[in-house]
């Protein structure tokens, strides 16, 4: 059992290791959990996985009636774990974040089933911290995020889980799926699986001397920007734009140069393929993770990082790395030497190992 949502940082990472088990044992049942309305309800489906859903949200910083449900969710989502794995009887379960986890991963551990985490950020998110000390293996993308998690038993640290499409998608396929022209630079434009308005905005700004240098856009808004970006691109050849980018393989195969924020999952992504990238960390993030994820980066060659209070500099920043092919080389190859491909493996092998020892034992 894979446990994730509210975000793709947390659901492509899952679905990455469930590819991997399905390699390892193609034998192996491979179920998700997360919660109704969220990006896991509308993507696994689609990539044809069984997903159980359960009743959780964590508190909102600001004041809404919703937060009042809080103690009532977390006693219903605990009774809908615990129901859930008599019924499926996992034989190992792994959270790759979200307020999902808390509940699913907890009920596993109280069964003694055997429970792995994995952390994408630099900072550790609460759920993380919380189950730290219960799980039987902890998994980090950046070495920093130890010192938070005194408590845990077993840690490793492996990079985050990328799908192996990542480095191998078909740059032509990319071109005819988005409808661009393979003489012309692609810039990709991404705020995360929701959006950033930030980012939207400033590239809004600067869509008239982009496309006047002759550079064509993937952009995926968000799905609460959409609208106003498609009509603001008005007849206008900008390239593709949309609320949601499916198949960011793909993606990632057409661009030339990407602008995006400084999640761990798009950090990963980015270093799987090899991709240069203008990073423009989410300034609200708990700890300034993306900051930090961002300059893992900037520190390795790979990209240059532009705080969101100075994202009026943009315009500069693209105009000099678009036109300096030999500058977006170097940054190539420096990200590709950052990668950590063997993530989702790595996790999986563990996740067998487990089970496998368990059923051994019992």
């Not at 793709?8 to 679905?15: L, N, T, Y």
């Not at 809004?204 to 856009?217: E, I, N, P």
């Not at 203008?278 to 990209?303: C, E, F, M």
């Not at 170097?330 to 996790?347: C, D, E, F, S």
């Amino acid at each position: 059992m894979l446990v994730g949502g509210g975000t793709g940082g947390h659901v492509f990472p899952a679905i990455a290791v469930a590819e991997a088990l399905q390699q390892l044992r193609p034998d192996a049942k491979v179920v998700f959990a997360g919660t109704k309305g969220r990006i896991e309800a509308k993507l696994l489906p689609e990539y044809g996985y069984q997903l159980e859903t359960i009743w959780i949200s964590g508190i909102r910083r600001s004041i809404r009636l919703e937060n009042l449900l809080l103690p009532l969710k977390i006693v219903v989502s605990l009774l809908q774990s615990f129901l859930l794995l008599k019924k499926l009887k996992p034989a190992a379960v792994l959270g790759t974040g979200g307020y999902v986890c808390g509940p699913v991963l907890y009920a596993a551990s109280v069964l003694g089933v055997p429970t792995l985490i994995h952390e994408s950020n630099s900072y550790p998110g609460v759920t993380t911290k919380m189950l730290a000390g219960r799980v039987d293996k902890v998994f980090l993308a950046f070495e920093e995020a130890k010192q938070w998690l005194g408590k845990a038993r077993d840690v490793e640290v492996t990079g985050t889980p990328t799908r192996t499409t990542m480095e191998t998608a078909s740059k032509q396929e990319a071109f005819r799926l988005f409808g661009l022209n393979p003489n012309k630079p692609v810039l990709l434009i991404s705020g995360g699986s929701q959006g950033a308005k930030a980012v939207n905005d400033a590239v809004a700004a600067l869509l008239d001397v982009v496309l006047a240098a002759g550079v064509q856009l993937i952009w995926q808004t968000g799905e609460g920007h959409f609208q106003e970006i498609k009509q603001l691109a008005g007849d206008r050849t900008v390239g593709w734009v949309g609320p949601f980018i499916k198949s960011m393989d793909l993606a990632y195969a057409a661009a030339d140069l990407v602008v995006c924020r400084a999640g761990a999952a798009t950090i990963a992504e980015l270093t799987r393929a090899g991709k240069p990238a203008v990073l423009i960390p989410y300034p609200l993030a708990a700890g300034d993770h993306q900051t930090r994820n961002a300059q893992s980066l900037v520190k390795g060659g790979a990209a240059v990082l532009l705080p969101e209070h100075e994202i009026s500099g943009l315009k500069d920043i693209l105009m000099e790395l678009l036109k300096d092919d030999s500058r977006r080389q170097q940054m190539r190859m420096a990200a590709k030497r950052l990668g950590k491909p063997a993530a989702a493996r790595r996790i999986a092998e563990e996740m067998v190992r487990m089970a496998t020892s368990r059923e051994e034992t019992s």
